[in-house]
Nanobody, 120 residues
Framework: VQLVESGGGLVQAGGSLRLSCTAS????????MGWYRQAPGKERELVAT????????NYADSVKGRFTISRDNAKNTMYLQMNILEFEDTAVYYC??????????????WGQGSQVTVSS
């Protein structure tokens, strides 16, 4: 499974951005997906996750009500709509995908990272 992200950039505080993560390879094996972020000098942290069907989502408290995770399995693409961006949202954002077969986790895959910079 390979993951390619797009959509990062520079935005003013209060603005919006949408990140995309497109998967290729063994996409039929992708189970849950998610977004993580890592700010300079900090550890990578969970932003949001979504189940294969899209029926269940989970968000970090810091982004609840501002960010929305979604996926389009027909396009093998996951999205992160980020609204009301804050300076503290500045980070490199990584998409993640779980590869599963016969109920067994085969691996965790990561995208290359996409820089999001919010100016105050």
């Amino acid at each position: 499974v390979q993951l390619v992200e797009s959509g990062g950039g520079l935005v003013q505080a209060g603005g919006s951005l949408r990140l995309s993560c497109t998967a290729s390879g063994s996409t039929s094996r992708i189970n849950s997906m998610g977004w993580y972020r890592q700010a300079p000098g900090k550890e990578r942290e969970l932003v949001a996750t979504i189940t294969r069907s899209g029926g269940r989502t989970n968000y970090a408290d810091s982004v609840k009500g501002r960010f929305t995770i979604s996926r389009d399995n027909a396009k093998n693409t996951m999205y992160l709509q980020m609204n009301i961006l804050e300076f503290e949202d500045t980070a490199v954002y990584y998409c993640m995908a779980e590869e599963v077969a016969a109920g067994t986790l085969l691996g965790i895959h990561w995208g290359q990272g996409s820089q999001v910079t919010v100016s105050s």
